[in-house]
Structures are given as structure tokens and as C-alpha cells.
């Protein structure tokens, strides 16, 4: 008998809704019941996939550097790229990684299936969500059962699922602005307090930078809190220097 391989799809059992393959932190391939899997940090686990790159590809893989974790996360295309930004801004988000696990499952025809989610993201309070991005002209039949059936696996966990295609080109423009300015090193306490004090009402964003010192030297901060969310602004309208921006309420 051939050996089974780590991901390949399997008959569930009738006892068992759906099962699942994953690389434990360790790099240990693993396959459970899914209902024995609430207590694994799928926000944790490396990919169980790898992402390609050759010769006339027509989709553009990389890793994005998360802020929230100070790991990199991978993607197979600009579309996933953008969603693992927005997944890193999000400030309920408090891990989250690519390619999480297999989901083993039966199609109503009987035929065994797997898929990879593309996200799985940890929230605050300890809430998850899983994505899978792809816009809606793309999605063929065996597409549709795959989402289906991570969004009945998912509900059975208690987790949100999310399939997502393109964000608004406006949004992605502005987050992909301020992510420049996403790493620690941009962080300055002192020029932080005074920025909050400054917004406290809001103002435009280079008048108000000009307020607090040296412009050049003030941006970065700037853009550094409103990364954080600890500054504000209308991100579904481009930033501009007549920005209005304003402090996050406590």
C-alpha cells in the first residue's frame, strides 16, 4: 500500500466532522480530529505549504515583516499581501500566519478533500479568523465546497471565517503608506505624548506636524501612531497634508 503523505485527504468518519494537518511549532507534522484542536496557536504554526517562485510566474509571492509578531509572515500574491497588512493593522489582531493547516473533509459526493486556508489570525480575548482570499470571478465549484466547508468547520469552532477578495484600492494605498512606518524603530515617547496632545482636537496633518518640532523629524512619529491606531484619520480617503487627524479616544 502506498504511504499516506502529510496533507493528503482522507475519508472522515461519520463520528468525526473534519480533521486537520499542521505543523506544530516544532516543525512536527501532526494530524487531529479538529475538534481536538482548540488549544493549538494555529497563529503560531509555519506554513504547510511552501510558496513557489519560478520562471514567468504569474503571481507574486513574498513574505510581509508583521509588526505584531516581528515575524514574517508568507504570500502568494499581492491580493494575500494586502490582507496580511490589513490583518497587521488591525488592532485586534494579535498573531496570525499563513497557510495554517490542511482541513481534511468529505465532499457531499463522497470524494476526500483538502485545503489551506490562506490566514489564520488570533484576536484579542483570544477569538480567531480564518481567511481564504479570492476574488469572486475566480471562484470555480470545487473552490466553492472548499470555502464551505472552512466556514461550517470554522463555525463549529467558534472561530469567524472570511472570504475576502480585493480591498479598496484607496485603503490598500494608505495602509501600504503607513505600514513604511510600522517597525519600533520609528517609535518616540516623548514626540508620541506630544502628538496626542496636539490631536486632541482634531487638526490637519501637516499643520499640526508643524506644531510639533521639525517636520522631517515629526512624520515618521506621526505616521509611526497612526500605524498603531493611536492617531486617527479617514483612511477611505487618500492622505494628504490636509488630513484631518485626531487622537484615539481612550
Not at 509588526?67 to 499581501?81: I, M, N, P, Q, Y
Not at 469572486?136 to 477578495?165: H, K, N, P
Request: with cysteine; glycine share 6%; aromatic share 12%.
Amino acid at each position: 500500500m502506498k504511504p499516506r503523505r502529510f496533507g493528503d485527504p482522507v475519508c472522515v468518519g461519520p463520528s468525526i466532522d473534519y480533521a486537520v494537518g499542521y505543523l506544530d511549532s516544532d516543525g512536527v507534522e501532526r494530524r487531529e480530529a479538529l475538534s481536538a484542536c482548540a488549544a493549538v496557536r494555529f497563529e503560531a504554526c509555519p506554513p504547510v505549504r511552501t510558496f513557489p517562485s519560478y520562471r514567468g510566474q504569474r503571481n507574486w509571492p513574498g513574505l510581509w515583516w508583521a509588526a505584531t509578531t516581528g515575524r514574517h509572515v508568507g504570500f502568494e500574491s499581492w491580493l494575500e499581501r494586502d490582507h496580511a497588512m490589513r490583518l497587521d493593522f488591525d488592532q485586534s489582531v494579535v498573531g496570525f500566519s499563513s497557510q495554517p493547516f490542511w482541513l481534511l473533509f468529505t465532499t457531499d459526493d463522497g470524494e476526500a478533500r483538502r485545503h489551506a486556508p490562506d490566514f489564520f489570525a488570533r484576536r484579542r480575548g483570544d477569538g480567531a479568523v480564518v481567511v481564504d482570499c479570492r476574488p469572486d470571478d475566480r471562484i470555480r465549484r470545487r473552490d466553492t465546497e472548499a470555502f464551505e466547508a472552512t466556514a461550517s468547520a470554522c463555525d463549529l469552532m467558534g472561530w469567524d471565517y472570511q472570504r475576502v477578495g480585493a480591498l479598496d484600492p484607496v485603503l490598500v494605498e494608505n495602509l501600504r503608506w503607513v505600514a513604511g512606518y510600522r517597525h519600533p524603530r520609528f517609535a518616540d515617547p516623548a514626540m508620541e505624548e506630544r502628538l496626542r496632545s496636539i490631536f486632541a482636537l482634531p487638526r490637519p496633518l501637516m499643520d499640526a506636524a508643524a506644531l510639533a518640532g521639525r517636520v522631517m523629524a515629526v512624520l515618521p512619529v506621526l505616521f509611526h501612531l497612526l500605524w498603531r491606531a493611536e492617531l486617527r484619520a479617514d483612511l477611505s480617503a487618500l492622505l494628504s497634508e490636509e488630513s484631518v487627524v485626531w487622537s484615539r479616544l481612550p
